[in-house]
Every structure is written in structure tokens, then in C-alpha cells.
């Protein structure tokens, strides 16, 4: 699972991956930790906070007195749960390392200062999608229950920081052993640079994506359309016969279109650079593709500049049918036409006025 995260500084160049999780809240408590090594992280699904009663209830009481006992007893048993995390801690911390809670529910100040007491760094109210995400990155599961805690319940992390950018509190979750889960960071100046950065990231995982489940890739630079083209009219022609000859020629033209495109936008002769390509497809015999910073003909294999197989497939399917429902445009017209026409009638046939 990746996210992609956007922060609005620094310049383009600052994006990087982080093998972890990036997460856009940071500590509630001033004196908490802002950097951990060696980080046990604890998820959980746990108040820590007053909750009020899930039925229509109250409590009374008749003097101060009755009033604080109740407080006290709220108080004590938010502080038993506190002091069970902490312990929770100590008994799994070594010399070194750290300990971080990321909790879904609320945590009220007063439990806020015992953890920070502690040196254990609290996030709370996390959003369910983190949580998720940072099971798979850290590992570890989810707590729903302080009772019968168990160190194998413990995510793991080399280092967590906070980081704060303008008025948001940023925490990064970094070095986790077998991450399932990452985040890129984009970074720019501007929400148009930004924007950008995105399209070509997104590009790019989809691109991945299509050839880890094609598990083939075809050569690029226009290698394939050279190849194809030069196919139909040294073989494919010579089979056909009578007009579809035609269409054959007219088909393989429009192949070459893509790399006509990426010498026109490389500022190269359109020309010249297909017929450099396909003079050196015919003597080499080999996948042939543009390079667009020099302008000759290169190998996309040594190159590493691949396609995707199922992005062909369909690109040459699609033209195709397009291709035919716009000849059909003519025909259907036509028909249209003649459906509307009355038919020619003779004046002079006596069935007229029966």
C-alpha cells in the first residue's frame, strides 16, 4: 500500500520515499519526546478520556463531598488504565529504546502528562486509515483491551520523529524492518509544481502495476510501432489481396504516429527521424526506438525504456474500433436519409384512387 503525501515547501527536487508511514498529526503534550530510536509502537482502539454513558443516565450526589468521591473514582480508574501502558512499557523497553502509543481515541490531558512523564510519545484520535497503514508497515495488531497485553502485539520502528511545517505537526515512522505499506513525499513550491510531481508518480506506480500483473513489457521509444509497421508492408501486404491493400498501408502509417510524436516534442525532423529508425530496424533486425535526447536510433532494452504490454493491447484495440465507427458515420447517414424519403408515387396508376 503507498500513499502520496503533499507538503507545500521546499522545492520538487525535496520529494522523497520514506519507508514507513507519514502521519499529519504529531504529540498533544508539550514536553513529549520529538525523536525515538528503536521505537515499540502500540496501536490501539482505547479511551483514555471521561466517556458519557451509552444509555440516558446521571449520577447524583447531595453535598461536595459525594461530588469529589465521584471525580476521584472517574480520575482513579483512568489512572489505573495509564499506569497499565506504563508498566506495559518498562517491562518491553530496553536500554535504548523507545516507546510510542497511536491511539483512535481520545486521551484527556491529565493521562497526556503521565505519558510524557514517561517518555512515551502519544498521538490520539488517529484517523482509521493510519491505523490500518501502520500495522502494515510497523507490524504488530490492533488493541481493543489493556488487559492480558502482549509484546507481540508491538509494531516496530528504528526512528519516529515530529516534525512541525507552519502550523501542522507532521510525525514520520521510519526503518521499518518489512514495510507493507510506505508513503512518497512530494514537496515544491507551489500546488501547480506539486500537482504535477502527483501525475507523474501516479503515472508511473499504475505503469508498475500493469507490468507486475502482465509480467512482460514491451521495448519503447516507438520500437514497437517501427517494428509493426515495417511487419505490414513487407509481409502483411504482400499476403492481401485487393483493396484491403490499402488499408493495410493506411494502418501501418498510422502506427507510426507515436514516434513521429515523441521526435516532434524532442524537437528532432519528424522525418528524419523515421526513416533513421526504420533504416536501422531493416539492417539491424533489432527493436529500434527513438532517443529523444540525441535523437538517434538507441536500444530500448539497454536503455531500460519499456511499455506496457496491456496499454498496447489496448491502445491499437481501441483505434481500431473507433476507426470503424467513424467509417460507419457515412452509412448510417445515408440510411437515416432514405428512411425519410417518400416514396416515388406515378400520378397515373389507377390503384391511386381506390
Not at 507545500?8 to 519526546?33: C, E
Not at 505490414?232 to 498501408?249: N, P
Request: charged fraction near 30%.
Amino acid at each position: 500500500m503507498i500513499e502520496i503525501m503533499t507538503m507545500a515547501r521546499k522545492m520538487g527536487t525535496d520529494s522523497r520515499f520514506v519507508n514507513g508511514i507519514v502521519l499529519d498529526h504529531g504529540g498533544r503534550h508539550p514536553d513529549m519526546p520529538k525523536i525515538l530510536h528503536k521505537c515499540h509502537i502500540m496501536t490501539c482502539n482505547v479511551t483514555f478520556e471521561y466517556e458519557r454513558t451509552e444509555v440516558q443516565s446521571g449520577f447524583f450526589y447531595t453535598n461536595a463531598e459525594e461530588r469529589e468521591k465521584l471525580v476521584e473514582s472517574e480520575r482513579k480508574w483512568l489512572d489505573e488504565r495509564c499506569k497499565q501502558v506504563v508498566d506495559f512499557k518498562r517491562s518491553v523497553c530496553k536500554d535504548g529504546e523507545s516507546f510510542v502509543m497511536i491511539n483512535q481515541k481520545g486521551i484527556d490531558p491529565l493521562s497526556l502528562d503521565i505519558f510524557a512523564k514517561e517518555g512515551i510519545l502519544c498521538l490520539r484520535r488517529a484517523k482509521r486509515r493510519n491505523m490500518e497503514r501502520m500495522t502494515l508497515a510497523c507490524g504488530g495488531s490492533p488493541i481493543h483491551s489493556l488487559e492480558d497485553l502482549d509484546p507481540s502485539q508491538l509494531g516496530y520502528a528504528g526512528k519516529v520523529m515530529e516534525a512541525t511545517i507552519g502550523e501542522e505537526k507532521f510525525t514520520f515512522v521510519e526503518e521499518c524492518k518489512v514495510p507493507k505499506s510506505c508513503t512518497i513525499l512530494l514537496q515544491g513550491p507551489n500546488n501547480h509544481t506539486i500537482a504535477q510531481i502527483n501525475d507523474a508518480i501516479r503515472d508511473g506506480l499504475r505503469a508498475v502495476k500493469n507490468a507486475v500483473e502482465d509480467r512482460a513489457v514491451v521495448p519503447g521509444g516507438g520500437a514497437f510501432e517501427i517494428a509493426a509497421a515495417i511487419n505490414l508492408r513487407e509481409k502483411t501486404v504482400k499476403s492481401t489481396q485487393g483493396r484491403a491493400k490499402l488499408g493495410v498501408e493506411a494502418f501501418a502509417e498510422a502506427l507510426l504516429i507515436i514516434p513521429k510524436i515523441l521526435a516532434e516534442n524532442s524537437g528532432f525532423d519528424v522525418q528524419d527521424s523515421i526513416l533513421l529508425l526504420t533504416e536501422e530496424r531493416e539492417s539491424s533486425g533489432l527493436a529500434v526506438g527513438l532517443d529523444c535526447e540525441s535523437g538517434e536510433p538507441m536500444i530500448p532494452a539497454d536503455q531500460g525504456v519499456w511499455d506496457n504490454v496491456r496499454v498496447k493491447r489496448q491502445s491499437l484495440y481501441l483505434s481500431t474500433v473507433l476507426a470503424n465507427q467513424l467509417l460507419l458515420v457515412d452509412e448510417v447517414i445515408r440510411a437515416g436519409k432514405q428512411m425519410g424519403r417518400q416514396p416515388d408515387v406515378d400520378p397515373n396508376d389507377p390503384m391511386m384512387g381506390m
